[in-house]
C-alpha cells in the first residue's frame, strides 16, 4: 500500500466539498474509527476517520458500520464540541500525513468556538485529537500517550498539543525540478548500486514521498535498462521524472487505480505504477480507490483479533474431545475381549479342586476349545478359588455393561466435535455483528466465563439479523452465518414448502430459498451453501437440499444441528466472483 503525502495531498483537494458542510452526527463504530455525517451543498456523506495502527487513513465512505450500545467517551467529547458544528476548512500540513479539520461550533449557551480534529496518519502511532483553538491545548485523543510512553510528545486531556517530530525534508510541491535535481546530486553516494541511491534519495530528501513512488520515478526514467549511466545524468533523468509528476499532481490530474499482483500483493497510488504488473482497476476518486483497497481489511482484522481468544478455546476443547474418543474407542476393543473373562471364570469355577488357596495360576483343560488344549488362568494369591472365579465373573458383566454407556458418550462426543467445527467455521465467516451472538452462545452452552455484569437476555420475540441475498431470477435467499441466525432461520422464518440447503456432513450455514424457484436460483443458492461452510476452498462440494417440512431439531439438541430427510444432493464449486454479483441485504 502507499498511503502517502502525495495521497493525502490528493484526498485533501477532493474533501474540499466538505467546506461550509454540517456534522449532524458522529459515531464510534470501534476504538480507531471515527464516523463524521456531514450534510454539504445538498449531500448527505459520511467522513471515515480511521487511527487504525494497521490501516490508518481517511476517506468518504459508503460503508455500514455497527454502532455499540452505550458511546465511548472520545465520541461523547466528539459530539459535545462538534457535533451541528460547521466545517471551516480541511488543510494537511504540508505534505505530511497529517490532517488538520477545523469546526466553527454553538455551544448551549450561545457561545462559538473553534475546535481543531488532527489526524495524524503515521502507522501504528496514528492518532485522532481534538485541539482546542483558544487555548491550543488537547480537549482528547483517541489514543492517549503519556509521559511513560514517550517524553517529546504527550496526548492527554488538557496538555498543550505538539505536532509529531519534523523530519527534516523539503515540501516535494515546493521544489522547482531544479531544486530537485540539486538536492539529489548533493546526497553523497552509498554503497547501493545507482538505482537503489536514487530511489534512497527520493525518500530520504522530500516528505510525503513513499518507498513505492520513489521506485515508480526511477523506473520512469529508464535508470533500469541503462545501470550503467552517468549518476549526475541518472540524477537528472529521474529529477525530470519526478517533477513531471508533481506537476501533474499540482493540477489535479491523478490516475487513481489499484494493482493486483499474481501473488495476490496490492498497491494504490494516484498514479500508474508501470513498474508493477498485475491486474489494474481505475477509480474517479482518492475515497473510491481507498475504499476499494481498504474493503474489510480493517474490520476482518479487528475481527480477527475479537475472535482469537475463542477459536483457541474451541480448538482446544475439540482437541480435549478427540483424545476423550481415542480412549472411548479403545474401552470398546477392550470389552470385545469381555467373553473370554467369563470363559475364564467358568473354566476356574469348574476346576475348583484344583486351585489351591494363595495359588498364582492355575493351568485347566479348555472345554471350550475343539482340541480340548490347556488354558494358564492367572489369579490373585490373597483370594480363595471361589472369590477368583467371581472375579472373573465381575470383570465380563461390568465390561459389558460399559459399552451401552461408552457407546452413548462415543455419539456425544461425535456430537461435540461436530458442534466446535460448526463455530469454528462461523468464525471464520463472522462479522463484527455476529461476533456477538456467537460469544452469548459459547456462554449459554458454558465454553465461556460473561464478562462483567450479565446482560439481560433477549426475549423469545427478539430477531438476529439475517443475510438475505437476491439470486438472479430476483429470489430472496437467506444465509445463517452462526447458531443463533441457523435457528431462527430454518424453525421459525422459513414456511414449510420453502427450501432449505446444507452441505452434506460438513459444519457450514443454513441457506433457505423463499418459495418458487428456477434451476439457476438452486445452483446459486448451493453456491452460497458451499461458500459458507468449512468447505469454502474446496471444489466438487456436496450440497444436500430438501423442503423445511422435512427438517426438524431433535429435542435437546445443541444450537444450528437439526436431521432432516427425502434430500437431494448438488455437487459444486464455491465461486466468490459469482457471489459478489448477488445482491446482498441484511433483514
Known amino acids: 500500500m502507499a498511503l502517502d503525502g502525495l495521497v493525502i495531498h490528493a484526498l485533501t483537494a477532493e474533501l474540499q466539498k ?20 456531514i450534510r454539504s451543498r445538498g449531500e448527505n456523506l459520511r467522513l471515515l476517520l480511521s487511527a487504525n495502527p494497521t490501516y490508518p487513513r ?3 465512505t459508503t460503508q455500514s458500520f455497527v454502532n455499540p450500545l452505550e458511546a465511548p467517551m472520545f465520541c461523547m467529547l466528539l459530539r459535545k464540541h462538534c457535533e451541528n458544528g460547521s466545517i471551516l476548512n480541511i488543510e494537511q500540513v504540508d505534505t505530511e500525513r497529517v490532517l488538520r479539520l477545523r469546526v466553527l461550533h454553538r455551544d448551549e449557551l450561545g457561545d462559538q468556538s473553534t475546535k481543531t480534529i ?13 485541539i482546542d483553538e483558544a487555548t491550543g491545548t488537547i480537549v482528547d485523543g483517541i489514543q492517549h500517550v503519556t509521559p511513560a510512553i514517550s517524553s517529546y510528545r504527550i496526548v492527554m486531556p488538557g496538555s498543550r498539543y505538539v505536532a509529531p517530530p519534523d523530519q527534516q525534508k523539503a515540501n516535494p510541491l515546493l521544489a522547482s525540478k531544479e531544486e530537485i535535481l540539486r538536492t539529489l ?9 545507482l538505482v537503489r541511491h536514487l530511489e534512497v534519495a527520493v525518500v530520504n530528501s522530500f516528505s510525503g514521498i513513499s518507498p513505492l513512488i520513489a521506485r515508480e520515478v526511477v523506473f520512469r ?10 549518476p549526475v545524468v541518472a540524477a537528472a533523468a529521474v529529477a525530470d521524472e519526478f517533477a513531471a509528476l508533481l506537476n501533474k499532481l499540482r493540477r489535479n490530474e491523478l490516475d487513481l487505480n489499484i494493482v493486483t499482483a499474481v501473488s495476490g500483493k496490492a498497491a494504490f497510488s494516484i498514479t500508474a505504477l508501470r513498474h508493477l504488473q498485475g491486474d489494474v482497476i481505475h ?5 473510491t480507490c481507498l475504499e476499494a483497497f481498504y474493503g474489510d481489511k480493517a474490520e476482518r482484522d479487528s475481527i480477527k483479533q475479537r475472535v482469537a481468544d475463542l477459536i483457541k478455546l474451541l480448538q482446544n476443547e475439540r482437541n480435549k474431545n478427540y483424545s476423550k474418543l481415542q480412549k472411548l474407542t479403545e474401552t470398546i476393543e477392550d470389552a470385545k475381549d469381555a467373553d473370554r473373562y467369563r470363559i475364564m471364570g467358568e473354566l476356574l469355577t469348574a476346576s475348583l479342586h484344583l486351585a489351591a488357596k494363595g495359588a498364582k495360576q492355575i493351568e485347566v483343560i479348555n472345554y471350550y476349545d475343539e482340541e480340548q488344549t490347556t488354558v494358564a488362568i492367572q489369579l490373585d494369591p490373597l483370594l480363595t478359588p471361589p472369590e477368583n472365579a467371581q472375579r472373573y465373573f465381575k470383570k465380563y458383566t461390568k465390561m459389558k455393561n460399559s459399552v451401552a454407556a461408552v457407546q452413548q458418550q462415543i455419539a456425544s462426543t461425535h456430537e461435540e466435535i461436530r458442534y466446535l467445527e460448526s463455530v469454528l467455521q462461523q468464525l471464520g465467516h463472522a462479522a463484527m455483528s455476529d461476533i456477538e451472538e456467537i460469544r452469548e452462545e459459547l456462554i449459554e452452552q ?8 450479565a446482560v439481560k437476555r433477549k426475549k423469545k420475540t427478539d430477531r438476529p439479523a439475517l443475510t438475505c441475498f437476491t439470486s438472479s431470477e430476483g429470489v430472496s ?6 447458531n443463533t441466525q441457523n435457528d431462527f432461520l430454518t424453525n421459525r422464518i422459513a414456511a414449510p414448502g420453502d427450501t432449505w440447503l446444507h452441505t452434506k456432513d460438513i459444519p457450514g450455514s443454513h441457506v433457505v430459498i423463499r418459495g418458487e424457484y428456477s434451476p439457476d436460483t438452486l445452483l446459486e443458492a448451493a453456491m452460497l451453501a458451499s461458500f459458507y461452510s468449512q468447505a469454502k476452498e474446496s471444489s466438487q462440494v456436496p450440497v444436500d437440499y430438501t423442503l423445511i417440512r422435512n427438517v426438524r431439531k431433535p429435542n435437546g439438541a445443541k444450537p444450528g444441528f437439526v436431521i432432516y430427510e427425502k434430500q437431494k444432493t448438488l455437487f459444486v464449486t464455491p465461486d466468490e466472483q459469482l457471489i459478489k454479483t448477488l445482491k446482498q441485504v441484511q433483514k
Open 18 to 37: 466538505l467546506t461550509g458542510g454540517k456534522i449532524h452526527k458522529i459515531h464510534q463504530p470501534n476504538e480507531h474509527d471515527i464516523i463524521l455525517h
Open 58 to 60: 481517511v476517506h468518504l
Open 118 to 130: 488532527v489526524i495524524e496518519l503515521t502507522g501504528r502511532h496514528s492518532n485522532i485529537i481534538l
Open 185 to 193: 546530486t548533493e546526497r553523497q553516494p552509498v554503497e547501493d548500486p
Open 221 to 230: 526514467s529508464q535508470l533500469l535498462e541503462q545501470p550503467d549511466r552517468d
Open 283 to 287: 477509480y474517479d476518486s482518492v475515497s
Open 446 to 453: 458454558g465454553y465461556v466465563r460473561r464478562r462483567g455484569k
Open 477 to 482: 435467499i437467506y444465509v445463517g452465518k452462526n
